[in-house]
């Protein structure tokens, strides 16, 4: 007897508001089944930095330190990479984590010239920065490709 009342609280149910459709139609599964609409994408896989160098650059009657970063893109599905720096030890408050630049896809370096040798006169000598990498793409970022750099000159 209870049954036969939930049966027909059902049944009323459908009536009053209409029964859904199938989900589980055959139509409906074969467009999803169809490969050409599926992409799968994932975020990109994290550079590998390779060489860091550093070096002076002397434009303008100005000594800029110059920090090149050099790594491996082993992703095919980046839309480009970011650079973030910051100082470590007694520099990193002068010098907190800040991005520094985005750069394109397949870039396999950066210069980091943003180091003006007149604002700290040979205060840096010894010092360290850490330089983090990271590949992006519009589903997110890879994980962070890091280095460390002395300042030895």
Avoid: H
Avoid at 54 to 83: A, H
């Amino acid at each position: 007897m209870k049954r036969m009342y939930i049966c027909l609280f059902i049944i009323l149910l459908c009536l009053s508001f209409g029964c859904s459709k199938n989900p589980l139609d055959s139509s409906e599964i074969n467009v999803l089944n169809n490969e050409e609409d599926i992409i799968i994408q994932d975020v990109p896989n994290k550079p590998y930095i390779i060489k860091t160098e550093v070096t002076f650059e002397y434009p303008t009657n100005q000594m800029y330190l110059l920090i090149k970063l050099f790594w491996t893109d082993v992703s095919d599905n980046e839309d480009g990479f970011v650079i973030y720096r910051e100082g470590i030890g007694n520099v990193s408050e002068t010098y907190p984590l800040r991005q520094l630049d985005e750069v394109s896809a397949n870039s396999v370096l950066y210069f980091d010239k943003s180091l003006r040798m007149e604002n700290f006169d040979n205060v840096l000598k010894g010092e360290y920065f850490q330089y983090n990498i990271f590949s992006f793409n519009e589903i997110g970022l890879s994980n962070s490709e890091t280095v460390i750099v002395k300042i030895d000159y």
